[in-house]
């Protein structure tokens, strides 16, 4: 509650002195010794107050709360506040008796004229002091239990954290407690003194951080007179209006930055936030060219953290509300709050108050101190805490027992930029940012030039990217706080400088450091520093003259500043330092070659350097680039070319004399620098110079020469000597001497000068080079010289001189006998280079017949095909714009010469246009002959006379070359051009039909993307490598049921047409038959739905059985319904590769050569990669031939079922082979979808009996391999066993999908009891047949049969599949027919490996059972071999599905071979009649006759004999290879239903 104010009498008061104590005391701190000081902060501590604090303490107690103004403030334990000066004399103590019970003071704050304070208690007491009178102005007590309900105030015991004058005012003031309760109190004088107490926020804000008031500034501001605080919690920050009623502002809760912020990111709850404001402060605009200076303000900012996120809000003023322009209008501005900028800490910020405009200060947790400059986004750490700890005061902690950091606020204090923190509770310190001239002294004092001329560099430059006091910071480039910062550090830099010299250089200086790397760091920083101050002076006088004492310092110098030379930093030198340069570089080739380029980049200006010596020094190290660059700076551009062109030559003519070179085809080799290319070399040089210079630019830099007219001066008189400007010769011989410079060039590379000209020739600049010309006959003395030349003289372009001169130098070449100017190569390419310019350039220029004929016989005659291509394109320019009066003369040396488009240029002049399409196919080059065909439709749409004629003409007197050359784009020549006829074309190539049937392939079946370059026909698209590849006729489920389209036969809108006939398409097909046999399917299935028909079935059917075309054969079967006809031609394919494949197997006979090469080898032979290839490309045909046969089947299956369902007997029988195929004449729809399914079955038949025969004769060849096989052999087997198993998994899948129960043609029961049926009634016919081919179609034996169920149930791995197939494969009659089988074919149970354990098994198991056989075949007995494990895991896989006590378990095996795993399947056989006839068999034995007797012994031939019965015999030693079992004797008086099945069969 509040209370009117409490008179108070301190304890101690005295008289405070009228001089301001701060600015008397602090101002004199500097001089003070150094503390603790760091490169941007001083620690220093107030010794006497610092010496006072203990008497102080013991007299009024200890400090626990500290503010700081003009005064100093401190507050204790025992609830006293005491007011010294900074000498530590006490000033004031406020308390009193009652006071006392208010407990520790825990914050105090002074007002605006610090003659007031406000002091919070720990009781939460907030009282306000006039401490100049001693007396209390208002005293804030704590809620008690009487007060009202609504009452505004702070619980009683919470300690006050916080509290702030708000503004100027003594009587408004804000506190804080660390309950996070936040008032607002106003304190009212009239007739009685009262206060209004607000509650700004309260304990369900969060945990209070900080509360802050902002204050007044230098500028007054609009947000003076709002009474503005800010009020942070770990949830929020608030700020509120409390002048003219309390109102809300702003608000902000705490969240995770969403965008990036600079440095760091941190994510967690804050536990420590601060917050501080900036007022409103007022400073002088600098002055522009344009404005004079004005005053500003910044606005107020507030800076607030969150944990590590420091955020700074500004606050923006809108005068643009309703009823207000301005800012003088009656309506208050809008105060708005916008972001302004975001910062993470190193760690969580703990304190934070402004220094000043856009400088925060703030510390962390762990009390290393940062300034950040919000402007410019920069943190620099300037120090750690003072020598001693500052204990802050953990009021959070313990009011709310949250771990959070203590507030600092109480124990720190910043004052005109100056903190103050208490360490302890004896010492008192003070900091503040050095200067930046403090900062230079202390680097100096330290003995640190290096880093002080860099500093000062840093300042003057504004580069730093630290924080910087004491100069002005500039807004833009080239204000008035630039100039005034560069103008008060360049005299600084400078004096720095030289001071540093002079303690590395004097020679009475005790400490000398003078290593190469101090001498490199020093000449660096100088180097640096002059570049920033933008003059040289200083570098090239004191730092070259300190540097200059000692030969190896001055080397260290001039080391120094190449690298800013190179880079263009420095591009001037004095006499003196290049000459120093010049003699330190030429001492080692590297060096020289360093040389080299740092006068490349020096602006070497005459009569500032020695050129004789520069030149000399150049010419004796071979800097040619640098040679040529300082005779043109010197205003001689002819000097460097005849220099390098004879240093160049001369480096030519050593090198010919090594390698026998002629003069003419020299190649210049030098030595070569890291990169592989050497740009000092002489050849290199020359080109790159004549190139700059000619088209007016400087060398090397390629920068205009300026002024113009010296441009053009250096441009003619190089032009000048390149290419002599005459006529004609004077004199025959004087050529050598006349084209000196010339010859010199073509010498050094005749490509490289026409590569320079075609480059200068293109510049716009040659165009202002204009040549007199002298006639050869003017002589003149130096008198008359002008006179002479202004009559008969000519003035030429740059252009005509080069073509001129080149045309005089090349007939002089070709005319002279000796040919020892030029070579032929030479003319031929000068030639060339000036006709092709002189067509472009001058195209209306005429020539004479004399210089037409004089170019015509060099460019017919010369005998050099590496030009032909250039000079027929030169020549063909000269002909089109000089034609000649008879072309006819030119025909036989145009052909001669090999220019064949000129020549056909000349058959379109005289009109004889199939000579002219001749030239193309004449032509050497291959890519030329096909322009014959654009040239051939050019004249075919042309009005010309007889071109048509002559056009057809040619296009069938030379249809072989044409289709050779391009079959693609004959055809489609042949059908622009209106007078050709395929069909005449086609009749014409009938005496070659390979190229007959390239012809029709690119008419009926062209490919955009192939081009036919090859005599041969062309490769159409395959389904394999190998020819014998089988065909791949089976379609998707999409196109099942559209192979035969049951539409009209009329073609409408939607279908293609054909726009050939037929006769075309069949001759076609019969030689792709011939040529391309891999490309008849593909195109009879393009082709087969065009309207018309393009070919018959028929004759396709005939047509590929003729070629044996098995693909087309079968697809035109198929078409024709001939399915049963389509499956035997795809069996007999497979068989045939079923025999390569028996061929491909290596031979195991002991005399073969194979069977001694691989004994020849040590170590077991295995099978070669050779065999194990050429047998796998025979599977994969027989693999492809079987997906043919089942393509074949599902086929049938979509059009027999839907011509059943749709219409029945139309279309069953046509053509087929099949017993069924008289079916097509039922009538009733049930008897034709009983054919229909007979016939598929029939099909299905087929290909399963024939794919399980390749099986079973492959077994049985594995099982015959004798014991002693060749390992190559026997691997060999097996792998054909393990492909011909993937064949027969294929078809069972594609017929269980095809038997579905959603089909109702195919039953996949009947096919099995067909299989069956025929294996029980031909079983021992097959015994009997051993002359029986591989793939005939045969019976079926029980294993095989026994095979066919397991691959059939293992293609559905999990139960819910295995119950799908159980829908449609497992049913009562297919068990009860095969129960019969195995009794009628005396099948009995295998021998489980466990019941040799039993009475009478120890015999069996311990005999090797290849000694048993059968007594009635003589076969081996059949004994499963799996180890224990193996049998272990089988009996645990049948338990986990099946109940052993409920259900019996049948175990099928299919014997593939000894090393092959063992498959099976498992069957419910419960209800079966076998299954009854064991189970009795099993409880009518007694005795040994238990249920281990009615287990049976089985033989591969399907015999058996009770287990207990072949254990006797084997004991007895009756049972050998020799002597095979008997018929068993312990069954013999036995009823017949428990007698050995042997016995009974």
């Given at each position: 509650m509040d209370s009117d104010t409490v008179p108070s009498t301190p304890r101690s008061t005295q008289e405070p002195t009228p001089e301001t104590e701060y600015e008397s005391r602090i101002a004199n701190l500097d001089s003070t010794p150094t503390q603790f000081t760091t490169e941007y902060f001083s620690w220093r501590q107030l010794a006497d107050m610092s010496g006072r604090l203990p008497e102080l303490a013991e007299q009024f107690g200890a400090v626990t709360a500290l503010c700081l103004g003009d005064y100093v403030a401190l507050g204790t334990d025992t609830g006293l506040v005491v007011v010294t000066d900074y000498l530590g004399r006490t000033k004031a103590a406020l308390g009193s008796p009652a006071t006392a019970a208010y407990g520790p003071v825990s914050t105090l704050a002074f007002s605006t004229d610090h003659l007031a304070l406000v002091a919070g208690y720990a009781q939460g007491f907030v009282v306000v002091w006039d401490w100049v009178k001693g007396t209390t102005v208002s005293v804030s007590r704590p809620l008690q239990d009487s007060d009202k309900p609504d009452a505004a105030g702070h619980p009683a015991g919470t300690a006050i954290t916080f509290a702030a004058f708000v503004g100027a005012s003594k009587h408004r003031y804000i506190s804080g407690s660390s309950g996070g309760h936040v008032l607002y109190h106003h304190i009212i004088r009239r007739l009685l003194t009262t206060m209004n107490t607000s509650q700004l926020a309260g304990p369900d804000s969060g945990i209070l951080f900080e509360a802050a008031a902002l204050p007044y500034g230098s500028h007054k501001c609009t947000t003076d007179d709002m009474g503005l605080v800010a009020i942070l919690t770990d949830t929020s920050l608030t700020i509120v209006k409390t002048r003219h009623g309390v109102e809300q502002q702003y608000r902000a809760s705490y969240q995770t930055s969403t965008k990036p912020v600079q440095k760091r990111t941190v994510i967690k709850r804050p536990y420590a936030g601060c917050v501080s404001w900036l007022p409103a402060l007022g400073y002088r605009r600098p002055a522009t060219a344009t404005d004079p200076a004005e005053p500003d303000y910044t606005p107020p900012k507030l800076a607030y953290s969150w944990g590590a996120s420091i955020h700074i809000l500004a606050i923006q003023l809108d005068y643009n509300v309703s009823g207000n322009g301005t800012p003088m209008g009656s309506v208050p501005p809008r105060v708005q709050f916008e972001r302004e900028a975001e910062w993470t800490a190193v760690g969580d910020v703990v304190f934070c108050r402004w220094i000043e405009a856009g400088t925060l200060l703030y510390m962390t947790q762990s009390q290393r101190m940062f300034v950040l400059e919000t402007a410019l986004a920069q943190e620099t750490e300037i120090c750690a805490s003072p020598p001693g700890s500052i204990a802050g005061r953990p009021w959070v902690t313990l009011a709310t027992g949250v771990e959070a950091e203590p507030s600092y606020v109480q124990v720190m204090s910043v004052y005109k930029r100056r903190v103050f923190a208490l360490c302890g509770a004896a010492s008192l310190y003070i900091g503040r940012l050095l200067s930046w001239t403090e900062r230079l002294e202390l680097l100096v004092e330290r003995g640190q030039f290096i880093d002080a001329i860099t500093l000062a560099t840093g300042f003057y430059q504004e580069r730093t990217g630290q924080v910087v006091v004491g100069l002005p910071r500039s807004r833009r480039p080239g204000d008035a706080n630039q100039k005034k910062r560069q103008a008060l550090v360049g005299s600084r830099l400078a004096g720095l400088m030289r001071s540093a010299l002079k303690r590395m250089f004097d020679a009475d200086h005790d400490h000398r450091p003078n290593t190469e790397p101090e001498l490199h760091a020093l000449a660096s920083i100088c180097v640096q520093a002059c570049l920033a101050l933008g003059s040289l002076q200083i570098l090239f006088s004191d730092v070259f003259e300190c540097y200059s004492t000692d030969s190896a310092h001055q080397f260290v110098f001039l080391e120094t500043i190449e690298p800013f030379i190179l880079s263009g930093d420095i591009t001037h030198l004095?006499?003196?330092?290049?000459?120093?340069?010049?003699?330190?570089?030429?001492?080692?080739?590297?060096?020289?070659?360093?040389l080299g380029g740092i006068l490349m980049c020096l602006n070497l200006q005459h009569g500032e350097f020695d050129v004789d010596r520069v030149l000399s020094s150049c010419r004796k190290h071979r800097l040619w680039r640098t040679f040529a660059r300082v005779w043109l700076s010197m205003g001689d551009p002819?000097?460097?070319?005849?220099?390098?062109?004879?240093?160049a030559s001369q480096t030519n003519r050593s090198r010919d004399s090594n390698s026998g070179q002629t003069v003419g085809e020299l190649t210049i080799e030098h030595p070569v620098g890291d990169d592989g290319f050497d740009d000092e070399a002489p050849d290199v040089v020359i080109f790159d110079y004549l190139d700059m210079v000619i088209r007016g630019r400087y060398y090397p830099e390629n920068q205009p020469i300026q002024p113009q007219s010296r441009a053009e001066k250096y441009s003619t008189l190089v032009a000048q000597l390149v290419f002599p400007p005459i006529e004609t010769l004077q004199a025959q011989g004087s050529e050598q001497q006349t084209f000196a410079t010339l010859l010199a060039l073509l010498g050094l590379g005749t490509e490289r000068l026409l590569d320079m000209l075609k480059h200068v020739l293109s510049d716009p600049f040659i165009g202002y080079i204009n040549i007199i010309v002298k006639p050869p006959s003017t002589t003149q003395s130096t008198q008359d010289s002008d006179r002479a030349l202004r009559r008969p003289s000519q003035v030429k372009s740059l252009m005509q001189i080069v073509v001129d001169t080149l045309h005089t130098l090349t007939m002089a070449a070709y005319t002279d006998p000796a040919g020892q100017m030029l070579s032929a190569r030479q003319i031929g390419q000068l030639t060339s280079f000036a006709l092709t310019l002189y067509a472009t350039r001058f195209p209306l220029i005429y020539l004479t017949d004399e210089t037409m004929a004089e170019w015509s016989d060099v460019l017919l005659r010369l005998d050099d095909v590496a030009t032909r291509a250039e000079r027929e394109c030169a020549f063909e320019l000269l002909f089109k714009l000089n034609p000649p009066r008879s072309y006819s003369d030119y025909i036989d040396r145009v052909r001669s010469a090999g220019f064949f488009r000129v020549l056909e240029h000349i058959y379109h002049t005289l009109e004889q246009y199939e000579n002219a399409l001749r030239t193309f196919l004449d032509h050497p080059d291959f890519t030329q002959h096909r322009l014959v065909f654009p040239a051939m439709k050019e004249l075919g749409a042309s009005k010309r006379p007889n071109a048509l004629e002559c056009t057809a003409s040619f296009a069938l007197n030379s249809a072989t070359e044409l289709v050779e050359v391009d079959a693609d784009s004959f055809v489609e020549t042949v059908a622009a051009i209106a007078s050709l006829d395929h069909g005449k074309i086609i009749d014409t190539l009938s005496t070659r039909p390979q190229l007959q049937f390239a012809y029709m392939r690119s008419l009926l079946d062209p490919a955009p993307d192939a081009l036919s370059q090859s005599p041969g026909p062309r490769i159409g698209p395959v389904l394999s490598t190998d020819e014998r590849s089988p065909p791949n006729i089976g379609l998707s489920e999409e196109q099942h049921m559209v192979?035969?389209?049951?539409?009209?036969?009329v073609p409408d809108d939607s279908q293609p047409t054909n726009r050939f006939s037929q006769a075309y398409h069949e001759r076609y097909l019969e030689l792709m038959c011939q040529y391309s046999p891999s490309g008849v399917l593909p195109y009879l299935k393009k082709h087969a739905d065009l309207s018309p028909e393009p070919f018959r079935l028929t004759y396709v059917q005939s047509v590929c059985g003729k070629h044996g075309v098995s693909d087309g054969l079968v697809w035109a079967l198929v078409r024709l319904g001939d399915f049963s006809g389509a499956l035997q031609t795809l069996l007999q394919q497979?068989?045939?590769?079923?025999?390569?494949?028996?061929?491909?197997?290596?031979?195991?006979?002991?005399?073969?050569?194979?069977?001694?090469d691989i004994a020849a080898e040590p170590g077991p032979p295995a099978l070669t990669e050779a065999d194990r290839e050429r047998l796998t490309d025979h599977l994969d045909i027989a693999a492809h031939n079987i997906d043919g046969c089942v393509g074949v089947c599902r086929a049938a299956l979509a059009k027999l079922g839907k011509d059943a369902d749709l219409q029945p007997g139309n279309y069953l029988g046509q053509g087929a082979s099949s017993p069924t195929a008289n079916g097509a004449a039922a009538r009733s729809q049930s008897d034709y979808r009983s054919l229909v399914s007979a016939q598929l079955c029939d099909l299905w038949l087929a290909l399963l009996r024939r794919t399980l025969g390749y099986l079973h004769t492959t077994n049985r060849t594995l099982d015959a391999l004798p014991p002693?096989?060749?390992?190559?052999?026997?691997?060999?087997?097996?792998?054909?066993?393990?492909?011909?198993r993937w064949m027969l998994q294929s078809v069972l899948d594609a017929l269980i999908f095809a038997a579905s129960p959603a089909s109702s043609f195919i039953s996949l029961r009947a096919i099995i009891q067909q299989l069956i049926t025929t294996s029980s009634t031909a079983a021992?016919?097959?015994?009997?047949?051993?002359?029986?081919?591989?793939?005939?179609?045969?019976?079926?034996?029980?294993?095989?049969?026994?095979?066919?169920?397991?691959?059939?149930?293992?293609?559905?791995?999990?139960?819910?599949?295995?119950?799908?197939?159980?829908?449609v494969l497992v049913d009562y009659d297919l068990f009860t027919t095969f129960a019969q089988l195995v009794r009628s074919q005396k099948q009995g149970w295998r021998?489980?490996?466990?019941?040799?354990?039993?009475?009478?098994?120890?015999?069996?198991?311990?005999?090797?059972?290849?000694?048993?056989?059968?007594a009635k075949c003589h076969s081996p007995l059949f004994v499963d071999r799996r180890q224990e494990h193996a049998m272990a895991e089988l009996r645990r896989q049948t338990a986990q599905y099946y109940e052993s006590s409920a259900l019996r378990v049948l175990d099928l095996h299919v014997f593939e071979d000894r090393d092959a795993q063992w498959q099976w399947m498992k069957l419910r056989t419960d209800s079966t009649a076998y299954d009854r006839l064991l189970g009795q068999n099993t409880h009518a034995g007694a005795g040994a006759a238990a249920a281990a007797d009615a287990q049976v012994v089985l033989f591969k031939c399907g015999h058996g004999f009770h287990r207990h019965c072949v254990d006797g015999l084997a004991a007895k030693g009756l049972a050998a290879a020799d002597a095979p079992l008997p018929e068993c004797a312990q069954c013999a008086d036995a009823p017949a239903s428990v007698r050995c099945i042997g016995a009974i069969g």
């Open positions: 004095p006499p003196q330092v290049l000459n120093a340069m010049v003699d330190s570089y030429g001492t080692t080739p590297p060096l020289i070659r360093r002819i000097a460097p070319i005849t220099s390098i062109i004879a240093a192979v035969y389209p049951l539409k009209s036969l497979t068989d045939q590769e079923i025999e390569s494949i028996k061929a491909a197997v290596p031979d195991d006979r002991a005399g073969s050569t194979f069977a001694q002693g096989a060749a390992t190559e052999t026997r691997e060999a087997w097996q792998l054909v066993s393990k492909r011909q021992a016919t097959e015994n009997n047949n051993n002359t029986r081919q591989s793939g005939a179609a045969r019976s079926l034996d029980i294993t095989e049969i026994q095979h066919l169920l397991a691959v059939a149930v293992s293609a559905y791995k999990t139960e819910a599949q295995l119950m799908a197939l159980t829908n021998v489980a490996p466990d019941s040799a354990q039993g009475t009478g098994g120890h015999a069996l198991a311990s005999r090797d059972v290849g000694d048993l056989c059968c």
